[in-house]
């Protein structure tokens, strides 16, 4: 073997060697690796379905997986206001035929933004409000139970205080817990209540006047395994920029902050990866339902996926099981006001 030739071998060999080496490895791996306590996996929308349009407006929704059947409630009526407003029941073996199990209605009442529990005792629970546009006192907040499947519900009962509206009620440790705001016709006097039960028909307030701008209305709160709590709420004065909130036991002190987005209608969710989801009506442009990631550290709203709607849209309901996310909606994208339900998955 020539000398050049023998060089030339021995330094090949002695580059293998080193690029086997673990430090030279470990140097050479790209930056761009994902990790794994920070998933990347994005929205992708499987499939929708119109479940419900009977009515000439059907909308306001929210849904619940319970005993293995699938329970969607919306209000239905004549209009988008309008004094025959009741809230339907739907029930659903598979999620994908659904029959109707119940008409909730009140004989003086519009019956509005229906939401749907279970409580810690087993019973379903309705919770929404009624509306006489007439009144001094336009709104009460109300609240139905049913100790079978959701056929039989209760007599309304009013809860809260006269002319605040409960919006969503969220049980934590056998509490429910729930944001009320006053719905006087001046926006800009409207204040915000919080409220607690430990059986959901009787409320206490929890914070007299909650320290946010006034004029926020509609909210949802997220409890997170850390016991600290999220509240995302709809602003619809000054900047009309949605608020998050953030608060500890015993959910009596809460510091807010100006998100980036105006709102309608939220919902959120956290995902078994950790990551939060927020359901929205979006106005920027065009009226839509829209998946949001949600950070609490920046308090921001980044919009992941646009779900088929348009025009008078949103209230969703969201359910994960058998890795999706089931939601429910109403839009007016398609001749009227119908209620829908989609599937996501996440890949990546």
Request: charged share 25%; net charge negative; aromatic share 10%.
């Amino acid at each position: 073997m020539n000398l050049s030739y023998h060089f030339a071998f021995k330094l090949a060999l002695a580059c293998m060697t080193a690029l086997s080496s673990p430090s030279v490895l470990s140097a050479v791996e790209p930056t761009t690796a994902e990790s794994p306590d920070q998933p990347t996996s994005q929205p992708r929308l499987i499939s929708v379905k119109r479940i419900w349009d009977k009515a000439p407006h059907n909308a306001f929704t929210d849904l619940l997986h319970h005993k293995g059947k699938w329970y969607c409630v919306f209000r239905e009526g004549s209009r988008h206001v309008s004094p025959d407003g009741s809230i339907r029941v739907l029930v659903s073996d598979d999620g994908d035929n659904w029959t109707s199990l119940a008409l909730v209605t009140d004989p003086t009442e519009d019956l509005r933004d229906a939401k749907i529990c279970v409580t810690p005792n087993g019973e379903l629970m309705l919770n929404g409000a009624g509306m006489q546009a007439d009144q001094p006192v336009r709104y009460h907040s109300m609240v139905w139970f049913s100790k079978d499947d959701g056929k039989t519900w209760s007599k309304g009962e009013r809860i809260g205080d006269p002319g605040f509206w409960l919006w969503r009620a969220t049980w934590h440790e056998g509490h429910c817990y729930t944001m009320g705001y006053d719905t006087d016709r001046d926006r800009q006097k409207r204040t915000t209540r919080f409220y607690r039960s430990d059986d959901g028909r009787d409320y206490v307030s929890w914070i007299d006047e909650v320290n946010i701008d006034k004029g926020v209305g509609e909210d949802t709160i997220l409890f997170l395994p850390d016991q600290s709590a999220l509240c995302l709420f709809r602003h619809e004065s000054g900047s009309q920029m949605a608020f998050l909130g953030k608060s500890t036991p015993p959910y009596q002190q809460w510091t807010w902050t100006e998100m980036n987005r105006r709102i309608g209608g939220p919902n959120m969710l956290r995902l078994p990866d950790s990551r939060i989801l927020a359901a929205v009506r979006l106005y920027d442009g065009r009226q839509r339902t829209s998946l949001c990631w949600v950070d609490p550290d920046s308090a921001t709203l980044e919009e992941c996926l646009t779900l088929p709607s348009g025009g008078d849209t949103s209230y969703a309901g969201m359910v994960w099981k058998d890795d999706l996310l089931w939601i429910s909606y109403y839009s007016s994208h398609e001749e009227k006001t119908c209620i829908y339900l989609a599937k996501v998955a996440f890949d990546g």
